[in-house]
């Protein structure tokens, strides 16, 4: 009788769709019954090779075999997991094994595993995929009712190993093109390059020069205590007619001189005033469900890193089947997907899941239920299954997933913000309160989050014109401060809207299509940095260090600028999201790729300058060999120019 063999992704659910399916006996590294062979790869077993004929061991750090461009792309098993590979060919060649299901991780990579698997075990048998959205029983049995064709997953498996060769060419060919140009004077720097690693390094050097050339500036603001019949209250003094201009520190309520500001509090003090005031009744929609850079961002908060919520999130899908598949791009649910939200609700215990089924607020709604906003996955969401065993972390974030799905069913939170100016001899003075009318999704959150929501106290009332006496006018001296360094979660913000940091969810969304890499690699490109010695981790910042600084300097230097930009490559995931959809030809991508290889190996191995130009600086301190000074900087040293003593930035 002729067999399906079914190829996962890991061992452990290779077990899950064994126990799902039932009827299995343990053969070994396999599961086999009636119909089903199971088994698992270990995550990737193979990987794209050097050609052959430019596999050398000497001469891989100079430009003599640059640029490495193959015709055609060859495969290896990756060595410590070579017995693996062996053993899935096996079972893939046998005889009575007729067809193949790829029931690796239903994304972009688990194609890619699959894909390479079968390529390079020479197998020609029909294929099928296994397309899950959660590993409960149910969802794996209706999954294997629902097999995807060969035909539909072709887009897919393109775009896959479209990625994948781009990254090796810019990845081998950069890397030993930098490595080489910064050889050139002896000693050996290895120089790691990436197609969306050097980018997002890019974003944090930047960030790192801005805030070096930072120069803080004093300014000043002016407040007024005021008396009216009903108690006093605090305002600060603004600029009416404020526009903003290319000044970015600037703002309404900022002075640049003390003068002016003494002038203000000089025209104002002992005199009386007219308050008016506008009250405006505001809402605020609940957050939208999670995705995996959403989570991500939200536990860097609470001190987890994006690697960790990863790891935690996997394994609430994988060993406790407790959530849907976590590694998704989508914010939004399928809109024929009422039904299992209702019964999901009705699983979870939490007064709150039941008000919303009370209530019957489960409604068609664009911002939950929206096919468009869907490509493989929908949003993160509870899947009903009781959880038990959690431990302290992974019940954080599980929680972090149910308060969120609960509360996008919740109403608005209604809010009263009263806008009160206070005007003194022409001069205006702006006083605002915000009051909570009904909480809404905060509910959900309790009071704290409903706190933070409505910040200062109610103010006391007014009349309308109400004369307001002035106690007391107060000149603060303060000073701008430097652009903030990156977090992990403002980084991940920078790194999805393609190195704009966008705070506006409804705005972030519109830039998902051009982000830096996808959610499923952003926590492991921002490791591979730190790996690298390019960035580092201090508290919770993320610092560019001399290191990353250097060769960002380099690749501007050289005019390879266009591997420091976020925008192009940005432009490169919109592509492969693209082709993922059949709209976008490989052979055209992979053209454009091979042309810019060519253009950085090039642009290094020509560039004919003594030295990278960059934004250097002359540092004022004693050289510990001559006593003398100062030292000029230059793209890798420092050089005392009284002895000559050459201090590397990099050892």
């Known amino acids: 009788m002729s067999k399906s063999l079914i190829i996962a992704e890991k061992p452990s659910v290779a077990s899950d769709l064994a126990r799902a399916l039932g009827g299995f006996k343990k053969e070994g590294d396999h599961f086999e019954s009636e119909r089903y062979v199971i088994s698992s790869a270990l995550g990737h077993l193979v990987e794209l090779a050097l050609p052959s004929e430019l596999d050398v061991k000497r001469g891989k750090w100079s430009f003599a075999n640059l640029p490495i461009i193959p015709d055609e792309f060859q495969l290896r098993p990756i060595e410590k997991t070579k017995a693996r590979f062996n053993m899935l060919k096996k079972l893939m060649q046998r005889?009575?094994?007729?067809?193949?299901?790829?029931?690796?991780?239903?994304?972009?990579?688990?194609?890619?595993?699959?894909?390479?698997?079968?390529?390079?075990?020479?197998v020609k048998k029909p294929i099928r995929r296994l397309w899950l959205q959660s590993m409960t029983t149910d969802s794996i049995r209706d999954a294997f009712n629902h097999l995807r064709s060969e035909e539909e997953m072709v887009p897919l498996s393109k775009a896959a190993v479209s990625r994948s060769e781009s990254d090796w060419l810019v990845g081998i060919n950069g890397t030993r093109a930098m490595t080489a140009f910064n050889n050139r004077t002896g000693g050996f720097q290895l120089t790691p390059v990436g197609r969306v690693q050097t980018p997002t390094l890019a974003i944090l050097a930047e960030r790192e020069d801005r805030i070096h050339h930072f120069k803080p500036r004093n300014y000043y603001e002016v407040f007024g205590d005021f008396a009216v019949k009903a108690g006093t209250?605090?305002?600060?003094?603004?600029?009416?007619?404020?526009?903003?201009?290319?000044?970015?520190?600037?703002?309404?309520?900022?002075?640049?001189?003390?003068?002016?500001?003494?002038?203000?509090?000089?025209?104002?003090?002992?005199?009386?005033?007219?308050?008016?005031?506008?009250?405006?009744?505001?809402?605020q929609a609940p957050p939208l469900l999670y995705d995996l850079t959403s989570l991500q961002r939200d536990a860097n908060g609470r001190g987890f890193s994006a690697k960790r919520t990863l790891q935690i999130a996997q394994q609430l899908y994988e060993r406790f089947k407790v959530i849907t598949y976590p590694r998704t791009d989508s914010r939004y649910l399928p809109e024929d997907y009422i039904p299992t939200v209702k019964s999901t609700l009705s699983r979870i215990e939490n007064p709150h899941a039941r008000t919303v089924l009370e209530k019957n607020w489960v409604k068609p709604t664009k911002r939950i239920f929206n096919n468009v906003k869907i490509s493989d996955h929908f949003a993160i969401i509870p899947t009903g299954t009781a959880p038990h065993g959690l431990d302290e972390v992974q019940q954080k974030i599980y929680d972090m997933i149910v308060r969120r799905f609960i509360s996008g069913f919740f109403p608005a939170a209604q809010f009263e913000v009263t806008t009160r100016i206070t005007r003194v001899d022409k001069e205006a003075f702006k006083t605002e309160g915000k009051i909570i009318k009904d909480p809404g999704w905060l509910a959900v959150y309790g009071r704290e989050a409903a706190s933070e929501q409505q910040g200062e106290e109610s103010l006391v009332a007014i009349s309308p014109n109400e004369p307001a006496k002035v106690l007391d006018i107060e000149v603060t001296q303060n000073e701008t401060k430097p652009p903030a360094r990156f977090t992990e979660a403002t980084l991940l913000s920078a790194m999805e809207g393609a190195g704009k940091l966008v705070e506006d969810e409804e705005l972030r969304e519109a830039l998902r299509e051009k982000g830096l890499g996808t959610p499923a690699t952003r926590s492991a490109i921002i490791e591979g940095l730190i790996h690298d010695g390019y960035v580092h981790r201090q508290g919770r910042e993320l610092i560019a260090t001399a290191k990353g600084l250097a060769l960002i300097t380099l690749l501007r230097g050289i005019g390879a600028t266009e591997l420091c930009s976020p925008e192009m490559t940005g432009e490169w995931e919109s592509k492969l999201k693209r082709m993922e959809k059949g709209a976008m030809k490989r052979n055209d991508f992979m053209a454009h790729i091979k042309k810019f290889t060519r253009e950085i190996v090039e642009k290094a191995k020509n560039f004919e300058g003594d030295s990278v130009s960059g934004d250097f600086e002359l540092l004022d301190v004693k050289c510990p060999k001559c006593g003398g000074g100062p030292f000029d900087e230059s793209y890798r040293t420092f050089k005392c120019r009284s002895c000559g003593l050459i201090v590397w930035k990099t050892m």
């Open 95 to 122: 005889d009575d094994v007729d067809l193949l299901i790829n029931a690796c991780d239903a994304g972009r990579e688990g194609e890619l595993i699959f894909r390479y698997l079968v390529k390079l075990g020479g």
């Open 233 to 283: 209250y605090r305002g600060r003094w603004f600029r009416e007619d404020f526009t903003k201009d290319g000044d970015e520190d600037a703002r309404a309520e900022r002075i640049w001189d003390k003068a002016t500001a003494d002038e203000i509090k000089s025209r104002c003090v002992g005199k009386t005033g007219i308050a008016t005031e506008e009250r405006k009744p505001t809402t």
